[in-house]
């Protein structure tokens, strides 16, 4: 295979590791020979503390050890959960030599292993999680040249889209479900999409959203919507996705955008990712499309916020401005009720959560996520 083979090889297998995460070694793999490295990780690391929540390698004979002693010296892992996410990552930006040959990590860690450097990149940052992938590179290697930074930029946001639909189906897609099935306990619209815009598959949510007609409908097995700009952006993801299956892999452009609703409430959040197929063919799906509704998720977050604390609604309200940066007086405000309230809400929020401190309280609600719809 010529080095086009191999990029568009690595691509398509880093965006079938998004959909079935036993596929990531082989993933990484790819990643690995195209970067010219040892071996290559997907990290995925609590903030603040910085703890290893999950971890997928290929060719790393250590991974054990890295976790359980030198995570904590490798100098990388601060720096990169400081920079935003789609920032490409090497020991250049940040460390000199000096400073290499007197840190633990390398010298007793990556040395016996013939790695030192890396390159890599930051592919989601949140407040609670940093997720980061890179690639070990030997000391002969040498830091990595301008070319290798640039395929680095290129496959980074092949990376985001695999690991946002990753999130986005969680675990439901387990053995006891077809990948279909599990679209449809997702709270989001998911929506299967052929070349040329024809809909394939369309979860429970995403019928919901395109019987209420705002803004967005499904005529005769096609997307249909209300604004022009919505349709001129959707055509323009859709495009890019298909230059995608074209082996056209030198551009990137973001595929998640807004469509308004004609109600004139909150609009949709769209995001168009890479369904890559397994049988080639007209009509096949490409693309995955998820339509998020903020009215229908806050919803299903009070009603989760309620059950998982046995709060009131209005303390849910609260708790679900809390978890959404709002202050308490701005939520007074928005809810037209007086500040000494939504006070006497937090203080019962903070009985029934355990929580003393605001900043435990606010972690606790965040570990409660609206996944899936509760039907049972």
Known sequence: MGPGDDLLAAITRIHAAG???????????????????????????????????????????????????????????????????????????????????????????????????????????????????????????????????????????????????????GRLNGAQYSFERALDWLADGVLMLAADGAVRYANAAAQEIARAGDGIAIRRGVLEFASGDAAVKFGTALNFIGRLHDADVTATMSTDFTIEKTSGLTPYSVSLRPLLPKTEGDGIAIALMFIHDPQVRDVKALDMLQQAFGLTPAEAEVALALRSGSSLDEHALRRKISPNTVYTHLRRIKEKTGCSRMAELIRKLNDVHVVAKREY
């Open 19 to 169: 959909l079935c995460a036993a596929k990531w070694p082989d993933a990484l793999s790819l990643f690995t020979q195209l970067m010219g490295g040892h071996g290559a990780s997907l990290e995925f690391i609590e903030r603040p503390s910085l703890r290893h929540r999950d971890m997928h390698s290929y060719g790393l004979p250590a991974v054990g050890p890295y976790l359980h002693h030198y995570a904590p010296m490798c100098p990388r892992v601060p720096f990169a959960s400081r920079q935003p996410a789609g920032t490409v990552q090497y020991d250049a930006q940040y460390i000199d030599e000096e400073a290499m040959d007197a840190n633990p990590f390398f010298t007793e860690f990556l040395a016996p292993y013939d790695m030192r450097y890396f390159i890599g990149g930051v592919v989601a940052r949140s407040p609670q999680e940093v997720v980061l992938t890179g690639v070990q590179i030997s000391p002969k290697a040498g830091h990595p040249p301008p070319a290798k930074i640039k395929l680095m930029a290129l496959l980074l946001p092949h990376f985001q889209q695999a690991v946002d639909v990753a999130q986005r189906v």
